[in-house]
């Protein structure tokens, strides 16, 4: 038998589960782990400022690469609660990543030593398992067990924490025998499947709502062909928006309180029976459940059990891997139609396209400052069908979801259920580092991007090259959108005088300068026909340079965007004046039909 040390083992078996790329900082009680990470080779460590950052690194990799898990690593005390949030953000949207972690000595444990916390403790909350071993010779069995926790069921991120004298002791390890454990999804059964579909050929006008887990399972394929089967238009959220191309004619748009389209929500209110595969029922894509559910019939397929009902209980629930279920529906479909069993859905399919075509928001607005709306509609015209958009939170977030446009999955790349904001930039370098060739969008409102704004500088030091759009109000302006129900405008204005660069007037952080000292490039926009070349200058300085491009938009203080003020879908409330002729949206997907 091999003899190494456990921090070496469990180097050899990331290895031996596909681990490529790993992100963190290194500290005392993790040198073991760092130090086997370098006499084994083969695993590309980048260097984070942040251990928060780190684990955004890891989640941002995870979600561009198809059976990828991004690894995070820290040493102990506050570098694993500085995962925490990462670990939240991961397990909220059903993202695998591992973080690994250093600790005190065991016999220390329990006495107070310098950063020796309870982690496990604290992490078990936002993860499928959390834990510290104690014993040199389970490693290996607890890292087999976390790769197969972590993409089992409904995947989801793992803390492994080691205490120094754990890593260092020397255990009997053979890499060359080790095999990953086999991982288990349930699957869908055909008599399940033959009765969902009956439903939804039974329905006069139904929908598809197709979440991320279809992106997860690496099933778009399956969807589109489901869904061009039997013509049934497809609504997918916000995280499984791009398992339909936007311009796909059953593509019905997005439906929610915020990051929704008006014919999308208009379609949904129209329906009569809704499929759901993927997806958790998320509260501002449903608002109001009384709204969302009346007069509709749901069937509900989600690969964890527990998730049906969860939310509101389903006609029909169907516990299935998204991918198993969708490999069935097609085989299905495909024998229906076959036999000429069939509806004719195209006049259905017809309605939601005229609505695309009728019900759009205007982009086109010529102000200085410059509206948000103008951003979306030059980046549309600046950056193909291959731009994979990261995001985090914020008025930003969801006028981007509103108005760009996405067309393959994982191309939208965005935290969902979680939303810290600080996530986009390190979760930007994390896409890009899983995809070199790829070309990145990052968009962040001003306050989003100073949380994290110290990650930029791993984006030079390791020449990590993407365009960061920053859309700059110096507002938290989500915020103070949804204190107009309080008749209040308190602690959101992030406006001051700056004394160094008196240019800015009220907008205070001088970007330009600070994503510049960090060792990036920057680009500063005041006027609405300078976007698309600042757009097109930004892309050919990230490939020069290989190093993050800001591009900073100077906004209007004050925009209210589109969304519910009542959490009911049928009610969202349009702030800014709606498209009435062509040159309003110019880069909708139909041109508008007035």
């Given at each position: 038998m091999a003899r190494m040390t456990a921090a070496r083992a469990a180097v050899e078996i990331l290895k031996r589960e596909g681990v490529t790329d790993a992100f963190g900082v290194p500290g005392a009680a993790i040198n073991p782990f760092y130090a086997s990470l370098k006499a084994s080779g083969g695993i590309t460590h980048t260097l984070a400022r942040h251990v928060e950052g780190a684990s955004h690194m890891a989640e941002g990799y995870t979600r561009a690469r198809p059976g990828a898990i991004g690894v995070c690593i820290g040493t102990s005390g506050p570098a694993g609660t500085d995962m925490i949030t990462g670990l939240y953000s991961a397990v909220g949207d059903s993202v695998p990543i591992l973080c690994v972690t250093g600790q005190a000595p065991t016999a220390v444990l329990h006495k107070e030593d310098f950063q020796a916390v309870d982690i496990a403790s604290i992490a078990r909350p936002v993860t499928k398992m959390a834990v510290t071993v104690l014993e040199a010779a389970q490693v290996p069995g607890v890292f087999q067990q976390a790769f197969h926790l972590m993409r089992s069921g409904r995947p989801g991120p793992v803390l492994v924490d080691l205490p120094i004298d754990v890593q260092m002791t020397e255990i009997e390890f053979d890499p060359d025998t080790y095999e990953p454990l086999p991982v288990y999804r349930p699957a869908a059964s055909r008599a399940q499947i033959e009765k969902a579909l009956g439903m939804l050929n039974a329905a006069r006008r139904p929908l598809i709502v197709a979440g991320g887990g279809v992106i997860n399972a690496d099933a778009a394929g399956l969807l589109r062909r489901f869904a061009e089967l039997t013509g049934t238009p497809v609504v997918p959220t916000l995280m499984g928006w791009g398992v339909l191309p936007d311009d796909h004619a059953l593509n019905a748009g997005m439906v929610g309180l915020q990051t929704s389209h008006r014919y999308g929500n208009a379609t949904f209110l129209e329906s009569d029976f809704v499929l759901g595969i993927g997806n958790r029922w998320a509260n501002r894509h449903t608002g109001r459940l009384d709204v969302y559910t009346a007069g509709r019939t749901f069937v509900h397929v989600d690969v964890e059990p527990t998730q049906i009902g969860r939310i509101f209980p389903p006609d029909y629930g169907i516990a299935s891997d998204a991918r198993a279920a969708l490999e069935l529906f097609v085989d299905m479909a495909e024998e229906l139609k076959a036999r000429g069993e069939l509806p004719d859905r195209s006049a259905?399919?017809?309605?939601?396209?005229?609505?695309?075509?009728?019900?759009?928001?205007?982009?086109?607005?010529?102000?200085?400052?410059?509206?948000?709306?103008?951003?979306?509609?030059?980046?549309?015209?600046?950056?193909?069908?291959?731009?994979?958009?990261?995001?985090?939170?914020?008025?930003?977030?969801?006028?981007?979801?509103?108005?760009?446009?996405?067309?393959?999955?994982?191309?939208?790349?965005?935290?969902?259920?979680?939303?810290?904001?600080?996530?986009?930039?390190?979760?930007?370098?994390?896409?890009?580092?899983?995809?070199?060739?790829?070309?990145?969008?990052?968009?962040?409102?001003?306050?989003?991007?100073?949380?994290?704004?110290?990650?930029?500088?791993?984006?030079?030091?390791?020449?990590?090259?993407?365009?960061?759009?920053?859309?700059?109000?110096?507002?938290?302006?989500?915020?103070?959108?949804?204190?107009?129900?309080?008749?209040?405008?308190?602690?959101?204005?992030?406006?001051?005088?700056?004394?160094?660069?008196?240019?800015?007037?009220?907008?205070?952080?001088?970007?330009?300068?600070?994503?510049?000292?960090?060792?990036?490039?920057?680009?500063?926009?005041?006027?609405?026909?300078?976007?698309?070349?600042?757009?097109?200058?930004?892309?050919?300085?990230?490939?020069?340079?290989?190093?993050?491009?800001?591009?900073?938009?100077?906004?209007?203080?004050?925009?209210?965007?589109?969304?519910?003020?009542?959490?009911?879908?049928?009610?969202?409330?349009?702030?800014e004046p709606l498209a009435t002729e062509p040159g309003h949206a110019p880069t909708a997907i139909r041109p508008l039909r007035t």
């Open positions: 259905w399919a017809a309605a939601a396209q005229e609505k695309r075509a009728t019900l759009q928001r205007r982009t086109h607005f010529d102000d200085i400052p410059i509206k948000p709306q103008r951003v979306y509609q030059e980046m549309n015209r600046a950056f193909g069908p291959g731009t994979r958009y990261v995001s985090a939170i914020g008025l930003s977030q969801i006028a981007g979801a509103q108005m760009l446009h996405v067309h393959r999955p994982r191309h939208w790349i965005n935290c969902g259920q979680a939303g810290p904001l600080g996530w986009t930039v390190p979760a930007a370098l994390g896409v890009a580092k899983a995809d070199p060739k790829a070309q990145v969008v990052a968009l962040s409102g001003d306050y989003d991007f100073q949380f994290m704004i110290e990650e930029l500088a791993v984006g030079a030091q390791h020449r990590i090259p993407y365009i960061h759009v920053l859309v700059n109000n110096a507002y938290l302006g989500l915020i103070r959108q949804a204190q107009r129900a309080f008749d209040i405008d308190f602690q959101v204005k992030l406006e001051f005088e700056n004394i160094n660069s008196p240019e800015l007037g009220a907008y205070g952080v001088d970007h330009v300068k600070v994503a510049e000292g960090l060792g990036c490039k920057a680009i500063r926009v005041t006027d609405p026909e300078e976007l698309g070349a600042a757009l097109e200058r930004a892309r050919k300085v990230a490939a020069e340079f290989r190093v993050p491009v800001v591009v900073e938009v100077i906004l209007e203080r004050v925009t209210d965007i589109s969304m519910s003020t009542t959490d009911d879908i049928g009610n969202v409330v349009e702030f």
